[in-house]
């Protein structure tokens, strides 16, 4: 899940550290790549990697197909590890002990005595059926016991929810558990019994676990570093951009160019053009987010683009490229090509964007999705209503005298109207589109009017064969 910014940072750490940084590796296909997965240049295979650390849980589907391995989905929760097992066991204990949940506030020592046993619990109910041991609280000795069958009732709400993940992630990829040929664990929390269980029975196959689940990511970045080595040069790793990235347009719209979950490397371009007659600069401000306004996304920079060549609004022609390398690093480029003047940044936004704020913004996004849509839809329609009275006003004082007096005053009341609509309080699209609808279909015939003006004195003194 990391964005632009983390992987900067990470590149950052590396050289502070005096290492040469090659390359960046997400940890499902490190994981992959320690078990062997892909090595065999033939090898066609699809792989679920279960990543379950002490705070958070990811699950990530890839596709390897002849040494290239592609990132098709990722999903998770960042609120969700092993730290989260050691809780159960503390309420548990409380409970089971009659502990006053107040004393632990203020007796800090043996809030983190439980905390200590409850983690050696969890270790040896991977082990044994059955711990017991006991702490000082006080002048008394608290005992302290639990078995596997207590143990696994206290977490199967929480596995369950990791399964839930796993079923999001499958149907991000479009794939179903008959299309997972292997399943790799990842994290110290993999080792408890109830998770391997339920991820073997869920994508009905043993999942490979021989590895520490500790190292297992450590390992397969010391295969990758083989491969930029040179040593192995059968295969190839295709990463995804986490996050969709975009630029602001009129009307504060986030009009996206890299979606969330595009193959990276990636490179994507779309053209844009200038909105008043002569404009010479236009400003470029990139944002990275899921939700359709920019004030709801993340910024990540901004820079101008001077220059463009003096030319009647809409003939400027620019191109705004995306490019993203494989650290996932993003270059912005804002091109006209009619004159070839050029302009681009390197994003390095600053640090801060957590995993925890990254998944929240996804969540948003979900959650938003409709009210998004409705607002997209109104400031659109705000947009297209702002640009029809520019338009209209500056034919108006073009070309006056091809309008009789009951047009130009039925044109004048028609945007007098939509001016009066722009300018409540709540706004409702409809009516702005309803509007905007009079507008055009009664300045129609004016826009055919001038064509035909003009072509008459394009024909003017010549003579048709």
């Known amino acids: 899940y990391f964005n632009d910014a983390q992987r900067q940072a990470t590149r950052d750490a590396g050289k502070l550290a005096g290492l040469e940084v090659l390359r960046i590796v997400n940890e499902p296909t490190a994981a992959s790549l320690a078990y062997g997965l892909g090595l065999a240049q033939e090898e066609q295979k699809t792989i679920a990697v279960y990543d ?5 849980f990811d699950i990530s589907i890839l596709n ?17 590890g092993g730290d989260d097992f050691d809780r159960a066991i503390v309420d548990y204990w409380i409970e089971t002990n009659n502990i006053d949940p107040q004393r632990l506030s203020s007796n800090k020592s043996l809030a983190q005595a439980l905390r200590i046993q409850a983690e050696e619990a969890k270790k040896a109910l991977s082990q044994k059926d059955a711990f017991e041991t006991s702490i000082k609280d006080g002048e008394q000795a608290l005992k302290l016991s639990i078995d596997l069958i207590n143990f696994e009732k206290l977490i199967q709400p929480l596995v369950a929810k990791t399964i839930d993940n796993c079923k999001n992630a499958l149907k991000d990829a479009e794939l179903t558990t008959k299309d997972i040929d292997e399943v790799v664990l990842v994290g110290g929390s993999t080792r408890v019994p109830l998770v391997k269980k339920a991820v073997g029975d869920f994508f009905a196959r043993k999942p490979h676990d021989r590895l520490n689940p500790d190292e297992v990511v450590a390992l397969g970045a010391a295969v990758q570093a083989d491969i930029l080595a040179g040593n192995n040069k059968n295969f190839l790793l295709l990463d995804i951009s986490p996050l969709s990235l975009g630029i602001e347009t009129m009307g504060g719209l986030m009009d996206v160019i890299i979606p969330r979950n595009s193959k990276v490397p990636a490179r994507a371009a779309r053209q844009y053009t200038t909105h008043l007659d002569g404009q010479a600069n236009m400003r470029i401000s990139v944002f990275q987010g899921e939700r359709d306004l920019v004030q709801d996304n993340r910024k990540l920079g901004e820079f101008h683009l001077k220059g463009i060549p003096a030319m009647p609004a809409g003939l400027a022609k620019v191109q705004i490229s995306f490019t993203i390398d494989a650290d996932g690093i993003t270059t912005v480029e804002a091109k006209e090509l009619r004159s070839g003047v050029a302009q681009q940044i390197e994003v390095r936004p600053q640090y801060g964007l957590s995993e925890e704020e990254m998944a929240l913004m996804l969540l948003d996004s979900v959650k938003n999705a409709q009210a998004d849509r409705d607002a997209r839809g109104l400031q659109e329609a705000v947009v297209e209503a702002e640009q029809m009275i520019t338009v209209t006003e500056r034919f108006i004082q073009k070309n006056s005298d091809l309008l009789s ?23 409702d699209k409809n009516e702005l589109q309803g509007k905007i609808e009079a507008l055009n279909e009664f300045t129609r015939p004016f826009a055919e009017r001038l064509m035909d003006k003009a072509l008459g004195k394009a024909m003017k003194g010549k003579k048709l064969v």
């Open 52 to 56: 379950l650390g002490g705070g958070t």
């Open 64 to 80: 390897i197909d002849g040494g290239i391995f592609e990132v098709l989905s990722t999903n998770g929760d960042t609120f969700l």
């Open 405 to 427: 007096k009951e047009e130009l005053a039925g044109t004048n009341n028609l945007m007098e109207d939509l001016r009066a609509t722009l300018s409540k309080t709540e706004r």
